[in-house]
């Protein structure tokens, strides 16, 4: 099992990254998604899911209406898009793949997001 994120860098503030997520070892169609952040000296976070049925979504109330979770999976890839982002989105993202009922899931090894100017 492997999931391996890209698409992190330095942003300024109101700007946009797209976040990308590539899955292997397992079935990827069949499996909850989700993106997670920690900031430095927080604690890691929910950012936003998308379930493998009916590609239902749920966010971070702090992100809604500027981040969108998507999945392709003829890609076995998860997306994040960020929009107008903040300095308080600064935070390694991690992609997590899990199935109803488990306690965790497969983990990526996180991107580094900075907002600043």
């Known amino acids: 099992v492997q999931l391996v994120e890209s698409g992190g860098g330095l942003v300024q503030p109101g700007g946009s990254l797209r976040l990308a997520c590539a899955a292997s070892?397992?079935?990827?169609?069949?499996?909850?998604m989700s993106w997670y952040r920690q900031a430095p000296g927080k604690e890691r976070e929910l950012v936003a899911v998308i379930y493998s049925a009916g590609g239902w979504t749920n966010y971070l109330n702090s992100v809604k209406g500027r981040f969108t979770i998507s999945r392709d999976n003829a890609k076995n890839t998860v997306y994040l898009q960020m929009s107008v982002l903040k300095p308080e989105d600064t935070a390694v993202y991690y992609c997590?793949?899990?199935?109803?009922?488990?306690?965790?899931?497969?983990w990526g090894q996180g991107t580094q997001v900075t907002v600043s100017s």
């Open positions: 997590k793949a899990y199935r109803l009922g488990w306690t965790d899931g497969y």
């Open positions: 070892g397992f079935t990827f169609s069949s499996y909850d």
